[in-house]
């Protein structure tokens, strides 16, 4: 059972003014998700966008990119949560290099996340999507692959295959829905493109990629290249 929580009046103030609300919601194995929350007011239900950031770094990450604003401005509501360890959100027993591979840990959270814009009557639960960045993609792709996440659309930046396969749990070969998959050219030696171009290959429905310039990883590679904010908008356009 998972249970919500809203924290009241604490606020986070996102890149060129809009407002987020504090919120949490615990997990199934109990531990408190803190997240940031935001949607402008609409007289119907809202998409909504998850952001799950990369290892070691906190949901903070996301509000230092345009793009963030520019989900709120085309009518998204959007979520950014610390996954467990990280930022503000609770800690269990386990290390960072168990958390990146462990089916009963990370993917908890986002199950926790779903779960909490399913309840709010603001969104349109069979209209949620996915950013991820790292572990966040990762997570992405596992809900991509199972119809236990109730996600429509995902973009993946910088996952690692064999990550995603652990994070799913299943001991089947995975395949992928409505993915946007993204990599920088010299990232990690490479590896990271490649890893992109093998998910790309096993996703069905609508499909893309991006290999973009340089080495950098994560949302970082946004920061580099905030041109493909628009790019982002766009798929989450025709896939929302």
């Not at 986070?12 to 003014?17: D, E, I, S």
């Not at 009518?75 to 027993?93: E, P, Q």
């Not at 991509?144 to 749990?169: P, T, W």
């Not at 590679?221 to 905030?226: D, K, S, Y």
Request: hydrophobic fraction near 40%.
């Amino acid at each position: 059972m998972i249970s919500l929580v809203i924290l009241g009046t604490a606020m986070l103030k996102a890149q060129n003014t809009d407002i987020f609300d504090e919120v949490s919601f615990v997990t199934s194995d109990g531990i408190k998700i803190s997240a940031s929350y935001g949607l402008s007011e609409s007289d119907s239900p809202l998409p909504a966008i998850i952001l799950i950031h990369q290892g070691g770094s906190s949901r903070e990450e996301w509000f230092e990119l345009p793009l963030v604003n520019k989900l709120i401005q085309k009518g998204y509501a959007v979520l950014a949560y610390d996954v467990r360890i990280h930022g503000r959100s609770g800690k269990d027993k386990g290390n960072l290099t168990d958390l990146f591979n462990n089916p009963k840990r990370a993917p908890l959270d986002l199950k926790a996340a779903i779960r909490y814009l399913e309840q709010d009557q603001r969104i349109d639960s069979e209209r949620i999507g996915i950013i991820g960045a790292s572990i966040g993609a990762n997570l992405a792709c596992v809900a991509a692959a199972s119809d236990q996440y109730n996600v429509q659309s995902i973009v993946s930046i910088s996952a690692k295959v064999s990550a995603v396969e652990s994070l799913s749990g299943s001991e089947n070969p995975l395949t992928y829905s409505n993915a946007f998959l993204m990599a920088s050219m010299e990232e990690q030696g490479g590896l990271r493109k490649d890893w992109a171009n093998e998910l790309f290959d096993k996703t069905k429905g609508q499909r893309a990629i991006k290999i973009a310039p340089g080495d950098k990883h994560g949302s970082y590679i946004l920061r580099e290249h905030p041109a493909i904010g628009k790019e982002i908008i766009v798929w989450f356009g025709k896939t929302l």
